[in-house]
């Protein structure tokens, strides 16, 4: 768990860091993912999901994104993200 809660916070800094709002907010049976909410990039969360299952929802909105690859992010994060770019 301590693992998930530390990469949920590391992925959170880095959509933020990439030009995304991230919202947590709850959703009720929606999972969230990513959108566009006033011209603004959004990646909304379901604060009612355990944190892997947020985790799961922000990586694969971010996996995606080229702006990842100029950004510094633990081997674990970078391992997790190449896994789910590659599906």
Not at 5 to 18: P, S, T, V
Not at 41 to 51: E, K
Not at 60 to 87: H, K, M
């Amino acid at each position: 768990m301590d693992d998930t809660l530390g990469l949920l916070e590391e992925a959170l800094q880095l959509g933020r860091e990439i030009g995304y709002l991230i919202r947590e907010e709850p959703l009720g049976d929606l999972p969230g993912g990513p959108c566009v909410v006033g011209g603004k990039r959004t990646i909304l969360l379901n604060l009612q999901s355990p944190a892997a299952d947020r985790l799961a929802v922000l990586l694969r909105a971010l996996a995606g994104d080229p702006a990842i690859s100029e950004q510094p992010v633990s081997r674990l994060l970078a391992g997790r993200l190449r896994t789910i770019a590659g599906e």
